[in-house]
RNA sequence: GGGACGUUAGCUCAGUCGGUAGAGCAGCGGACUUUUAAUCCGUUGGUCGCCAGUUCGAAUCUGGCACGUCCUACCA
């Protein structure tokens, strides 16, 4: 199998023809692009320390600053001119004159461009309106731009580009830089809930011989050397509950997983969770375990737990509702009662009623899903964990000791999303054995998405597991709620795309 | 997968009834030493997504294809 290089992009233009003269003029007179620049300031600092001070007391403590950055706006006026560069922390404005930079290198600067990378060493002042200025003396020009920004009022607005071309949508659009930065905030406020809690941050492979511990198509590739066909990890699941039974009783791993399904607002084929187990506890503990997380997540990202999605608030600070399937189903349909929700048939009517998708040969608990799904889960905007998932859709969560038919397992639906999955853990090798024969047979009988066999994972149970608890968040999905975007392509910075063409 | 819509200058967008392409920004030239998306004057820049068809004539109408966006269904 070959690779197909990048194609070259034939799209030269008149802008950009000029601008390599300008590059080709820089080379005759010398280094092109220079490393040699001390950047010793950065813009966001010298506002937060000097933004305040006043015209007289800046120009009396005469501070001199080296700054760079990508320059985004410029505005000549003969003999004087103003840039604005951008760096990491923020932007500043520069002030250019013939006075102070001498005539030849203002000329200089007037031939840059929109989108040149500046280095820039002058005195702060404050202009006459009040902004925060670097008087100049001496200015280089660092990385020359071929290309041309987008329109400096609007930025990139096309949602392709802005996801092809993410690195042109961050130069240009301040909410994308929001987003990312926040994403980056949220994990490591994760990283540093677990490492607080004695959590063993580990990682385990993406190259499984056998994909499991999920329900999902997985992608397939193949190792050359073992000459063995291998697939991409749909779940860390099975290695995580592995290294409990190896003793390390609180671990957690936040990386990608990889589902060969589809692409929409919601889905990613490949996204990011983190998984968490801990040894002697179980579902209950960890449905307390998750509200205090994302409390304490979005108080340090956001500074507050109220936070407001697509128009609406809700509140992570304040407990979780709580509700079966089937009090989900009546909180939105009073109509249903007990009875009914727990009558088979009664069930198979209303689904098809409502032309739902159901199982015909599931029990109560697969049909009482079905009909959440359809009537219930679109519709809990505020955080609430949904439980006693039946058993047949749960192979490795554990089986209620009263009611077998029932798992101790939730889901947590925040915004109408899943958000989390969580369960105490099936910890015996021969249940364990049996779910996945049962998985195998579903397999067999044509389910995709029904589990592999893991003969491994059986052994490594029978050396026994601990009473565990385990659970899944989705990183991209929490992050699409604190950073209230619509789509999942919006907090992933190079999200999948078709080939351009 | 199903449906709706979109693709015009580097970017943001107009484009009437089918009559041969427009603006702003950016660029280039000029004026301007406190601007803030600077302003003013002049000016370059186009295979109208691609391929067919209808027509004397297609950015515009028809069909197909490609890519995308949104909605919808499903796995998180």
């Given at each position: 199998m070959t690779t197909e290089p990048t194609p070259i992009l034939h799209d030269e233009n008149q802008i950009i023809a000029e601008r390599r003269a300008k590059l080709s003029a820089l080379r005759k007179e010398g280094i092109?692009?220079?490393?040699?620049f001390e950047r010793k300031n950065l813009a966001g600092a010298l506002h937060a320390e000097f933004?305040?001070?006043?015209h007289d007391e800046l120009e009396a403590a005469h501070v001199t600053v080296s700054v760079a950055g990508r320059m985004l706006l410029k505005r000549v006026m003969g003999k004087a001119s103003f840039a604005t560069v951008q760096d990491m922390s923020g932007r500043i404005q520069l002030f250019i004159s013939n006075g102070d930079t001498g005539e030849e290198a203002h000329n200089a600067f007037k031939h840059h461009d929109l989108g040149d990378i500046l280095g820039a060493t002058g005195v702060l002042f404050k202009t006459k309106t009040g902004e925060l200025s670097v008087r100049v003396t001496q200015l280089r020009l660092l990385t020359k731009a071929l290309r041309p920004l987008p329109e400096?009022?609007?930025?990139?607005?096309d949602q392709e580009q802005k996801y092809r071309q993410r690195y042109v949508d961050l130069i240009t659009n301040e909410e994308t830089r929001k987003t990312f930065i926040i994403r980056s905030k949220v994990i490591q406020a994760i990283r540093e809930f677990f490492a607080r809690h004695d959590y063993l941050e580990v990682e385990t492979p993406m190259l499984h011989p056998i994909p499991g511990g999920a329900s999902a198509k997985p992608f397939i590739t193949h190792h050359n050397a073992l000459d063995m066909q291998m697939y991409l990890r749909i779940a860390p699941e099975l290695y995580l509950k592995r290294l409990v039974v190896g003793g390390f009783e609180k671990v957690f791993e936040i990386n990608r997983n990889f589902r060969n399904e589809g692409v929409s607002t919601r889905h990613n084929p490949e996204f990011t969770m983190i998984e968490f187990y801990e040894a002697y506890r179980d579902y209950k503990y960890l449905m307390d375990f998750t509200e205090k997380l994302l409390a304490e997540v979005a108080r340090k990202v956001l500074g507050t737990t109220v936070i407001s999605y697509q128009g609406r608030e809700l509140d992570l600070g304040k407990p979780f509702h709580r509700l079966t399937m089937v009090q989900a189903v009546q909180k939105y349909?009073?109509?249903?009662s007990d009875a009914q929700l727990n009558d088979r048939d009664f069930l198979i009517n209303e689904l098809q009623d409502l032309k739902a998708k159901y199982?015909?040969?599931?029990?109560v608990g697969g049909l009482q899903l079905s009909l959440f799904e359809e009537l219930a889960e679109h519709q809990l905007f505020e955080p609430t964990f949904i439980v006693d998932y039946p058993v047949e859709v749960s192979p490795l969560a554990r089986s209620s000791?009263?009611?077998?038919?029932?798992?101790e397992r939730f889901e947590l639906f925040v915004v109408g999303r899943e958000l989390a999955n969580g369960f105490?853990?099936?910890?015996d090798p021969e249940d364990q054995e049996a779910r996945f024969d049962a998985q195998v047979m579903a397999k067999d009988a044509g389910d995709e998405e029904a589990m592999f066999k893991d003969g491994d994972y059986i052994r490594a149970l029978e050396y026994g597991l601990p009473p565990t608890a385990g659970q899944g968040i989705g990183i991209d999905r929490l992050v699409m709620l604190l950073t209230d975007s619509a789509a999942i392509r919006d907090v992933i910075l190079f999200p999948h795309m078709r080939p351009e063409s």
């Open positions: 092109a692009f220079p490393n040699d933004g305040e001070k006043s400096k009022f609007h930025g990139l607005t349909h009073p109509q249903f199982n015909p040969k599931d029990a000791d009263a009611h077998p038919e029932i798992t105490s853990e099936l910890n």
